[in-house]
């Protein structure tokens, strides 16, 4: 039965034809290894796409990079395990819903909590797989029957169970504090969610009479309206220009209030006046302060950034608008004494870019320290390794200056904080369940409150694997072996998740048999999430932009998989993924290596063409001698086989190292040189004569010649698999013919190189022979001979052995290098025209005597036209003085100097012509 591979190749269809079946298959689903099994385990989790997400670049080559290490491990007999899902992404989901309200004229609050959370799970189930399924595409090799929604109910009560432990360790409190608020989305965000940025604005001195006098302290602020809410003034205690003032009070202008003049080290005698308002409830520094001095707390704002009733008359106003007002009214009144252009910086809500405002309000923290502390020991200890290196120390460095996480989100979306409030005695209950009422009686109400997404996320390495339940799954998978992700979300998700896991994996033991077969026997801590972090580089456009909506040069990389294939897309993104090094995405690499996959693919057919004309039949592979190192099935007759055998190993042994230590480019690279250039380029060029016999005996080495090159061409597609999978499965499939024996080339063994197939004489002999042919034909490409013509040449080698070994491998040199007959000089040839010198030979290539007239003449006839169509266009554009009139003056001097190139050519070539005697 023929091989049926299609004469083009065409990505789309094979990659989603196999996509489905290793879905479908269930090949990557992996089983719990029951007690006793001891072979090694690789277990990794997938960052989870927040469930809004679409797929892009940063996706891509996380993805990638996830999967070749996944199918490097699982082809090496590891137990492999990648865990995938999706993130429940509490601020963006419920933004994408409220979006979707918005058009419809409604808003959360007309629909209310219930109905609106009821939504949100409506738009999860129609929507929220979006990204799976894009994945999926991809060919990732996770395990779909374990995925999860970090919403799940099992997940869910995992949350809750973590929350009353750390409540009940006192790690978590609840207490009046100073976060940035969005008053879009009206909650409280994370520092981390806050950017920074430097803007132009106004400083503005005010100044408030000192009570019960004619004097005044003069303070200046960025943000007037605060002053409404000001509590006090700070002066230093060793500032003397107001050591008289000690103990005294201001009046707060437009309020008319009263408040005191304290001294703190919050007042710099050096800066301005060396005196500061102080608003405890709108400023870190100022609330701070006011803890100090226990001055009241005035919250001059309501949850939308509108000032409230402590705001006096100017309630009800937008604090930008209330800015306004508080000027004309200062100004009005003679408070106001100057005004001035000021750099300031402003924090933005990351996700909605409203400024944020430093506000008190009432939020749940988990005391950090404690739980910094183990994290930290954990990546000191090399409990965790950290690559690329210099991340473990902006790892080390965050850890150190760390502060209480605020977790409660003002959001409706989320896991509930399981915290009930009693109506009655204002006790506070938190409990796994939901109690029905308080001690004393009275009505409970759970805190609206839900909990930072990252809260969540950060229990996943254990919450996946069944905990709190103690299980099978976390004794073999947990720690997971390694985490790939973007730097972005080192602090955000990878602290946490070591954080999370050092605390309530303590005292955790992985089965020490697996532990000790994976390679993890000198580690002692096995509460840590994982053993190892690698944190990949960003893609940036091909100009090194980094990409942004706003620029328009984000790179869909669904887009560049429909043209040039999701194979050739992955082997980009791994052939340039230097660690250390962002990636600078150019789409001509990709069409560069969809040739690469196409050149495969025309092997393919070379080698089904023979196979099937031999009429070998290839042997379906045995897993045990695949096992073995080297290529199995291969027998080295010829110098050609000894020499790609030696390559082989050495490809192996060099892809396998890299991958060992994530340098991706050098895996990619190293196969793609050894598959196109050695392999394709040459191998199959010097076995080209045996595989076309003549005779039966020449059948029998055809067989043979066959027989190594389908051995050598699966274990080389085996090589190739995990950047590559899909091209390789479909050839794979197509040498067994729909008869192999395991259901996926992803389940084959990855080759190892075997030192005894490593055969350095083969390598240095075809390696002159590669230099004589190279020398050749560029030889040949310098004298500007056909391809068509043979040409005699001429070698000399000092040493006989290199004589030998030339005159043994006579017709492959005269077949790949066009040449008809080899004669051996006795001396050096170095200075004879048409020569070349190496170390081992120098070789002449006798042409003068061998001109065909007749083709040189046409050849130069058809030069001549060509020359003379230029001189004809130069001519014409020259004397066009529209062109002239208009091009730039470099353009024109160009084109002059070209001209008289031209001319000169031609002269030379007329001259040739002659010489020749053309017709
Ligand atoms: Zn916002
Ligand atoms: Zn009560």
Redesign the pocket.
Known sequence: MPHELPKAYEPGAIETRWADYWIREKLFSVPTPPPGEKRPVFALLLPPPNVTGRLHMGHMLNQTQMDIIVRWHRMRGFTTLWLPGTDHAG?ATQMMVERQLTSEGKSRRDLGREKFVERVWEWKKLYGGAILDQMKRLGASVDWDREYFTMDENLSRAVREVFVRLYEEGLIYRGKYMVNW?P??ETA?SDLEVKHEEVQGKLWEIRYPVAGGSESITVATTRPETMLGDTAIAVNAKDERYTHLHGKKVLLPLMNREIPIITDELAQPEFGTGAVKVTPAHDPNDFKAGLRHNLPQIDVMDDRGRMNANAGAYAGLDRFEARTRVLEDLREQGFLTSEKDYTLSIGK?D????IVEPRLSEQWFIKIKPLAERAKAAVERGEITIVPDNYRQIYLNWMNSIYDWCISRQLWWGHRIPAWICGRCKEVIVAREVPSQCKCGGEVEQVPDVLDTWFSSGLLPFTTLGWPEKTRDQEVFYPTTLLITAYEILFFWVARMIMFGCHFMQGHHQDAAIKKASGWGDKKDDSVPFREVYIHALVRDAERQKMSKTKGNVIDPLAIIERFGTDATRFTLAAMAAPGTDIAFNESRTEGYRAFANKIWNAARFMFMNVDRIGYSAAAPDRENQGAKGISGFTPNTLEDRWILSRFNRVAADVNDALATYRFHEAANRIYDFFWGEFCDWYLELIKPRLNFDDAADKKSAQVACANLVNLFDASLRLLHPVMPFITEEIWQAIYEGEAPLKSIALAVYPQADEKQIDLAAETEMAILQDLIVSVRNLRAELKIEPRVKIPIEIFAAEPAIAKLIEENRIAVERLAGVEKIAFAPDSLAKVPGSRTTARFDVHVIYERKIDATAECERLKKELEKIERGIANGQKQLGNDQFLSKAPPNVVDNLRKQQEELLTVKEKTLSKIGELGCS
Request: hydrophobic share 30%.
């Open positions: 601020i969005c879009w989305h965000i809500c996700r909605c870019g409203t």
